[in-house]
């Protein structure tokens, strides 16, 4: 985990870190371009059968490897760092597109630039997540349980499968966002 918050003394009484995870937000950018930016909150969101499950690769050595991938091809039992050849194997019909990471960075870095709605310390947390300082901030949205079900909704009608964990320090939010049930 990287955490970029600001280096301070010891913690401030009261800190709220809300830590924002997009499990698939490589393969939510592809299909952003491909269905439209609303397509998550469309009356149904279900993706069409000619769109078949969607798997993100990138080169390992002298192998094609599943970098990321969608819900779908989660579903199919496939895994991050399995092979595209036995991907392929298990279910030919998946889509296979090459990783972009540049355009996966330039969109979490615009998902960070959307949240200063909500609180000016806002940062980028690995490859697929951020970080918001929202102590003091809660109250300007209805409190802390409004604030994150707005925050998750937005993202839904945006597009995205979001996980929210709020806590009072990075680590136990991450840990929320990516382990709650």
Known sequence: MSTLLPKE???KSGQRILSLWFP?????????QRLGR????????????????????????????????????EALK?????????ARAMHPSIDVVEADPEADRRLL????????????LVAIDGEDGLFLDVTGCTHLFGGERAMQDEILTRFFQQGFDVRAGLASTPGAAWAAARFHG
């Open 9 to 11: 003394g010891p913690r």
């Open 24 to 32: 698939y937000l490589c393969a939510e950018r592809i299909l952003r």
């Open 38 to 73: 609303s397509w998550r909150s469309r009356p149904s969101h279900h993706l069409p059968p000619s769109c078949p499950p969607l798997v993100i690769s990138h080169r390992d050595s002298n192998a094609q490897r599943i970098a990321a991938l969608d819900e779908r091809a």
């Open 78 to 86: 496939l895994k991050r760092g399995m092979g595209i050849a036995d």
């Open 109 to 120: 870095e615009g998902l960070a630039d959307w949240c200063d709605r909500y609180t000016p």
